[in-house]
T-cell receptor, first 113, second 116 residues
């Protein structure tokens, strides 16, 4: 039973356009959410996070939106660049925990030049 | 800059062998984690540790054990390797404390293990 779901295994976007990656969760106890990026043969690297007290967090070209009522978050990348091509993982942590993260299955983003 | 290193990038072992995967972090982080990554399944937590000599089971601990004798080092042990343990193994570390300040996990480059 996956508590964090990324329903799109892959996404292709033209360079310069917006990439939108989606993530759904089922556990109401989750209150902190993170996005990681992973290149082949490397470990995941932290990208951006959001606490449940916010509905938006922005860092340069990356924005994460959180809709708590829908238990849904999304990562927007604008403008998309070929170097953004990677697997993106959504992760969530429950209230009071600074330890365990539950990861989604990942979305392979390909940005076409 | 946080650095998490793993002892091997690629490893080939035979069924039944005992396998040790080592992970070292240089940022004095309290928490350390072992995950495996498989296609379509994302990252699944095997074990984690929040202090020296402390360990807790993650979601898929069967067939694995861990050891944390020093704060900077966390070892994953496959007691008797099996073919279904062929996978990418990722180690991570994080600081203790409120997630807003430091629950972010930092990952090593991974070890790709093939069990024949």
């Amino acid at each position: 039973d996956q508590q964090v779901k990324q329903n799109s295994p892959s996404l292709s976007v033209q360079e310069g356009r917006i990439s939108i990656l989606n993530c759904d969760y089922t556990n109401s106890m989750f209150d902190y959410f993170l996005w990681y990026k992973k290149y082949p043969a490397e470990g995941p690297t932290f990208l951006i996070s959001i606490s449940s007290i916010k509905d938006k967090n922005e860092d340069g070209r990356f924005t994460v939106f959180l809709n708590k009522s829908a238990k849904h978050l999304s990562l927007h990348i604008v403008p998309s660049q070929p170097g953004d091509s990677a697997v993106y993982f959504c992760a969530a942590s429950p209230s009071g925990s600074a330890r365990q993260l539950t990861f989604g299955s990942g979305t392979q983003l390909t940005v076409l030049p | 800059d946080v650095k998490v290193t793993q002892s091997s990038r690629y490893l080939v072992k035979r069924t039944g062998e005992k396998v040790f995967l080592e992970c070292v972090q240089d940022m004095d982080h309290e928490n350390m984690f072992w995950y495996r990554q498989d296609p379509g399944l994302g990252l699944r937590l095997i074990y984690f540790s929040y202090d020296v000599k402390m360990k807790e089971k993650g979601d898929i601990p069967e067939g694995y054990s861990v050891s944390r004798e020093k704060k900077e080092r966390f070892s994953l042990i496959l007691e008797s390797a099996s073919t279904n343990q062929t996978s990418m193994y990722l180690c991570a570390s994080s600081l203790i404390g409120p997630l807003g300040a430091g629950g972010t996990q930092y990952f090593g480059p991974g070890t790709r293990l093939l069990v024949l």
